[in-house]
């Protein structure tokens, strides 16, 4: 069973940065995608970042590119996104999700499962 527990969330500086860790606690963490979202209040939940199964594959949202790095380890059924030079845009409540799928896919309804939540506020 595919549980994802998000941490690593908090108060940081603009151009700080932050490292946010997605493990998950099922056997097939490694077969599948994994995704980054995030949600600012009284937004709509928006695509941040992507990997595929292996980690040969990503893609980013236009404005976090080059700034955010998504990875994983498969050997510790853990993703990451490494934020860095990060804006006070970019607070939000931050969503790491699992797709059964081996492609990459943006949309939240294509997502499986879902962690909490971590928040991240950034500071001016």
């Known amino acids: 069973q595919v549980q994802l527990i998000e941490s690593g969330g908090g108060l940081v500086q603009a151009v700080g940065s932050l490292r946010l860790s997605c493990a998950d606690s099922g056997r097939t963490f490694a077969m599948w995608l994994m995704g980054w979202f995030r949600q600012a209040p009284g937004k709509e939940r928006e695509f941040v970042a992507a990997?595929?199964?292996?980690?040969?594959?990503?893609l980013y949202e236009p404005s976090v590119q080059d700034r955010f790095t998504i990875s994983r380890e498969n050997g510790k059924n853990t993703a990451y996104l490494q934020m860095d030079s990060v804006k006070p845009e970019d607070t939000a409540v931050y969503y790491c999700?699992?797709?059964?799928?081996?492609?990459?896919?943006?949309?939240?309804?294509?997502?499986?499962?879902w962690g909490q939540g971590t928040q991240v506020t950034v500071s001016s």
């Open positions: 999700a699992l797709a059964r799928v081996r492609e990459i896919r943006v949309l939240p309804d294509e997502y499986d499962y």
């Open positions: 990997i595929n199964w292996s980690g040969g594959s990503t």
